[in-house]
C-alpha cells in the first residue's frame, strides 16, 4: 500500500507549480547569494521545470550526491563556514533544489512544499518590506496550490488555485488572531551568528573629512519621529548622535561612553515631547533633538547628553523623548572631558594655528573668539560640495585657505580645530540636522542624507554651546536642508521638481510606516499596550492562551458555518416524518420497513382509533409534500406542528 | 423499555458508541442508505500533517529568535491554513449517502465488483475520496447533487455468499496534512460459485430416460464452425483471430454438441474425491454443457435440478453449487 502510493506518478500542473514556487522562493535571495550558486541553481531549477512539463529522465542518484557535496564545499568556501545566517539559507535552497530534482512521488513533493515554506521565512532575514511580503504571500499561494493540485489530480489549476485561494482566505482571521494575540516573547532565544545584522547603513564612529572625496548619500530612512505637538522649525532640528573628540590630524573618533552619573546643573527652557521609531542601525545610539531632558526608562544618558541604549539596536525601536531647545548644559563637563576638548594632534595646520592665536591674543574672551570665528566662516565664502577635493596632510589648512570646498564635516572638523587650538574646549558632534513631514501622515521622516555634523564649544557661563559652522557659511543647508544646499549630489527623489513622483513616495512612505509600527513593530510592549488599550492590565500567558483559544475556536465556527452552508441533511419533513414514527414506535406501533406510508396509518388508525385523525392527516400532509408537487412552507410547518403536538 | 430504548438512542448517538464499535469492531453491515452524519466521520493528522507541525514550530522558533514580525505572520498564516485545513477536509467527507449497488456473480478466484452508490445532494463536489475494503482501493470525486457508483475488485477466495467487508472511505483532500475518514459496511453480499476444476476430463452424459450416464469423450478439438458469442461462452472459445476480422466477437462451436442430454449426479464422481473438488468438477460441466448448447440437469444430495438449458439454468445450476452445504 505505501510503496503503490510512493510509486504513484506525480501530476504534471501541480509538480510545475512546484517549480514556479520554488522559483518564487528563492528569487529574492538572489541579490545576496554568490553567483556561481545563482547560476547552478537556475540550471537545475530548469532542468527540473523541463522535466515537470515534457518529461524525461531525472538525474541519478550519484549525480545528486556529487551535487550536494559539491555545494557543501562551495558554501564552505563562499563564507568560509557552514553555521552562519547566510550559509546557513544558502544550504537550505540547495536543499530545496536538490530535493525537487529527486522528487519522484507525493512524498517528496510535500517536503518541497514544506521546504518552500521555509525559504520563504527565511527571505525576511534579509527584507521585511511590503513588496516582499506580497512575493512570499504569492509564493506560500503558488505552493499551497500545488499541494491541492497533488491530493485532487484531477482537477485543473484554476480549481486548485480557488481552493487554496479560499483556504488562506479563511485562514487569514486566525492568522491576525494569533499575531495579535500569540504570548510573544523578545528573542533572540540563544546567541544570533555572528553575520545577523550586517548590511544595515547609519553614523560613523569615525570622521575623516579630507579623506572622502565623493559623499554618496542614501535615501534610506534614519528614523521616524511624532511630535505630539507643533513642529519646530528646520533650523531647531538637530538631532545629537554620537560625539567625538579625539582627533589624530586626520580622523575624528568617538571616545567610548561613559554614562552621566551626576544631575548636574542644567537648565532647561520649553519641552517638546515626540516618539521617534528608529530604524535598526546596529549601534546603541538613540537619537534626540538637541537637548534631550528625559529619556525612556531602558535608555541610558551618556556624559556627551547622548542616550544609549544598553544593547546595539537591531530591530525598529520606538520610544519617547523630550527634548528642549533651549538649554544651559553646564553640567555634563569635567575636567578631564575639557582637557580632551583642548588636546591637538601636535605639527599639523600651522597657518590655522597661527589664526587661532592671533584670535586668542586680540580677543578678550572665548565667547569673542566663538563670535569672531563664526564671522570668519560666513565671511570667507565657502562652497559647499558633496565632492569636495582631496585633502593633504594639513587638512585644516588646505580647506580653510586653499580649496574652500567642502560638506558638514570640512566645516565642523576645522572649527573645532580652530577652537582648540585658541584654547576655547571644543568637540563634533555628528547627528542629524532637518527631516521632512510626511502630509500624508504627519510623520517627519529623518534619512540618511540628513547626517550631519557640528560643533560644540564649552563656554563657562553657558556651558556646552552648538556652533554650527556649515549654518554660518551656508545657511541654505541648514534653513532648506542638504537637497539645497547640493542639488546635484542628493538621491533623485530628495530633489526639487518632481512633485508628482515626491507625492507618490510620500504615500508610500506612510505605508511603509504603518507597517512598520503595527506588522514589524508588533513586540511584547505593544502587546501588552493594546491588550491593556482592550481593558487588560498586565494579562498573564495563560489569560492570553485562553483568549487566543475561544477566539480562533469562534472564527472557525463562522468558517465552518460558511462551509457548511451547501451541505444539505435529511429534508425537514423526512425528519418530521420520522420523528412521528419514533413516537408511534416507542407506543408499540414501529413501522415496518416494508410498510408505506399509508398502510401504516392505515393500521395504526385501527389500533389507536383515538388520535385516527390525527395520523391521517400527518400521514396525508407527508405524503404531499414527500410525493406531490412541490410544497409550500405552510404545510411543513403545519405538519411539523402536529408531530410536535401528536400524542399516541 | 421506554428507557432502554432511550439509552440506546443516547448511545447511538455518542462517540463513545463508534469509539466501543471501532474497539472491539462489532461492526454489522448496515441495510438501506447510510448516511455519513459529523459523528461517523473522525479526523487526524496524517504524517504529513504532523511534518508540517514540525516544519511550523520550527518557523515559529525562527521568528522568535530573530525577532521577525512577518516571520510570525507566515507562521500563523501557515497554521490557520492547517486548521483550516481539517474543516475542508472533513466536509469533503461528511453527509454523504452511502448504499449498496450491484455485484455479479463470479468464480472463485475472480474478482468480485461490488458497487457501491454514493450520493452527494450538497451544493459542492467531493474530490478524492479513497474507498479501501483489505487489498480492494478505488478512488473517486463525486460532483454536487449526483449519484457515483464506486467498484471494489475483491478477490473471491470461497465459493458461496462473500458478504463485502467494512469498507474505509477516506479523504486527503485538500492539503493532504489532515485525513478524515469513515467506515461503511453497506449490506451487500456476492454469490461465488465454485471455480470450476481444469482437469482434462470428459464430461458425463447421460441419457435422461434411463438415467445412466455414460461417459462419451466428446472432444472439444472437434471444430465445426463459428457463431455470435454469448455471455455464457466460455472465453476460452472465442475465436480471436475471427473476431478481430469481424466486427462481433465469435465463439467457436465444435461438433459433438448433438442434442444429448446430460445430467450431473454429484454421487457419480469418485467416492473418495473431496467436496469442493466434486462441486469444481460439477461446475466446469454446467459450463462446458452450457457453452456448448446441451441440455443438462443437476443432481445434488437432497437438490435435484431438473434438464435444461440456457443463461438462466445454467446460474441457477451454478448457485446451487455455490450454496452447497454437504
Redesign the interface.
Known sequence: ?ADAKATEALPPPPLTLLVVGSALAVGSHVQWLPIWFSVAAATLLSWRAVVAVRGGSLPPRWLLVTLTLATAVGVYLSYRTIMGRDAGVTLLVMLLFLKLLETRA??DA??VA?LV??V??AN??YS?SIP??AL?LLT?TVA?TA??G??????TVSEDLK??GR??A??????LL??FL?PR??????G?PQD?YTGVTGLSETMSPGTISALSLSDAIAFRVKFAAETPPRNRLYWRGPVMTDFDGQTWRVGLPQLRREAGNDAFGAPIDYEVTLEPHNRSWMFALEMPMRIPQSARMTRDYLPISLTPI??RIRYEMRSSPEFQARGGANPGDLAAALRLPRGVDPRARALALEWRESLPDDAAIVQRAIDFYRSSRFEYTLEPPRLGEHSVDEFLFDTKQGFCEHFASSFVFLMRAAGVPARIVTGYQGGDTNPVDGYMVVRQADAHAWAEVWLESRGWVRVDPTAAAIPVRVELGITAAAPLGAPLLMRGGLDWLKGLRNNWDALTNQWNQW?????PDRQLEMLSRLGMKQPSWETMTLMLFWS?GGV?LL??LS????????DAVQRAWQRFCGKL??AGLARA?TEGPLDYAGRVSLRLPASGTAVRAITALYVEQRYGPAADGESLARLKRLVRDFAP | MRSAVKLERVLQYSQAYNFYQWVFKRHAPEPGVVFLTQRRVYILPTRHGLSFGVVLILMLTGSINYNLSLGYVLTFLLAGLGIVSILHTFRNLVHLYVSAGRVSPVFAGDLAHFQIVFENRSDFERYSLDLVCGAARTRIDIPAHRHWTAELAVKAEKRGWLQLARVTVDTRFPLGVMRAWSYVQPDMRALVYPRPDTAPLPVPEADSDTGDAVSTSVGTDDFAGLRPYQPSDSPRHIAWKASARSEVLLTKFFAGRASSELCFDWDQLPPGMHVEARLSRLARWVMLAEERGLRYGLKLSGTTIPLGEGFPHRERCLRELALFHG
Not at chain 1, 185 to 190: F, K, N, S, T
Not at chain 1, 563 to 570: C, D
Open positions: 500500500m507525493p512524498r510535500f517536503v514544506f515554506y521555509f520563504a521565512l525576511f532575514f521585511q516582499i511580503a512570499m506560500v499551497t499541494l491541492v497533488f491530493s485532487a489530480p484531477r482537477r481552493t487554496a483556504m488562506l479563511q485562514a487569514g482571521p486566525v492568522m494569533l499575531f500569540f516573547v523578545q528573542g533572540p532565544l540563544w544570533l545577523a537591531r530591530t506588522v514589524l513593530g508588533y513586540n480562533v472557525m468558517v465552518a462551509l457548511l452552508r451547501g451541505i444539505r441533511r435529511e414506535a416507542r420497513s
